[in-house]
């Protein structure tokens, strides 16, 4: 069966560290996104990729950075990890569908800065 | 871009009760809202969704509703069960046709035995 896959599943790193959180699908879709979730504020999205070679800024996506160097990977990396950081981070994928694909999560990458 | 606001955040009811959840949204070109469920530990997954062709759409105890004179869409849960517990996030696309979602921020949903 098609997957997206999160790794690791847990993450505690220091304050100035650079960090790289993993996600990878075997749906073969060409959407994908970075959201994190924090109490009070749902999903935010970081970044996100449209296909190959594309990578886009969302809403909160100071202090990361994403390459699409494949159809199945968009790692999110965190170039000095802050406190702020720490969060719950979903990868997400969808089929190009011009508005209505349904998107698929992961199981999610709580990552501690401390 | 599309702005949705969602209420209550936190909603708790009685096993058998219904429950409802309301989101609005701003761009009135929005065509696609869906609903998704996060259960405790888990990434969100989709349970629900409606175009604006539709006004109503049921799927066995979930239905959700449109307004698109109103902007808003709302989720309707009958006959909850302890199982129905979890978060649920309402969402609409950006832009008209475009496939980032901007999502709400999330109703907890308790039901008490």
């Known amino acids: 069966d098609a997957e997206i896959t999160q790794s690791p599943r847990h993450k505690i790193t220091e304050t100035g560290r650079q960090v790289t959180l993993a996600c990878h699908q075997t749906?073969?879709?060409?959407?994908m996104f970075w959201y994190r979730q924090d109490l009070g504020h749902g999903l935010r999205l970081i970044h996100y990729?449209?296909?190959?070679?594309?990578?886009n800024k969302g809403e909160v996506s100071d202090g990361y950075s994403v390459s699409r160097s494949n159809t199945e990977d968009l790692p999110l990396t965190l170039e000095s990890a802050a406190s702020s950081q720490t969060s719950v981070y979903f990868c997400?994928?969808?089929?190009?569908?011009?508005?209505?694909?349904?998107?698929?999560f992961g199981q999610g990458t709580r990552l501690t800065v401390v | 871009g599309e702005n949705v606001e969602q209420h209550p955040s936190t909603l708790s009811v009685q096993e058998g009760d219904s429950a409802v959840i309301k989101c609005t949204y701003s761009?009135?070109?929005?065509?696609?809202f869906p609903w998704y469920k996060q259960e405790l530990g888990k990434g969100p997954q989709l349970i629900i969704d409606?175009?604006?062709?539709?006004g109503e759409k049921k799927d066995q105890r979930i239905a959700v509703t449109l307004n698109k004179t109103a902007k808003h869409f709302s989720l309707h849960i009958t006959e909850t069960q302890p199982e129905d517990s979890a978060v649920y996030f309402c969402?609409?696309?950006?832009?008209?046709?475009?496939?980032?979602?901007?999502f709400g921020t999330g109703t907890r949903l308790q039901v008490f035995p």
């Open positions: 749906w073969n879709h060409n959407n």
């Open positions: 409606i175009r604006s062709n539709v």
């Open positions: 997400a994928s969808s089929a190009a569908a011009q508005g209505d694909s349904e998107a698929f």
């Open positions: 969402a609409a696309p950006e832009s008209y046709n475009t496939d980032k979602l901007i």
């Open positions: 990729s449209y296909g190959v070679h594309d990578t």
């Open positions: 761009d009135s070109a929005s065509n696609y």
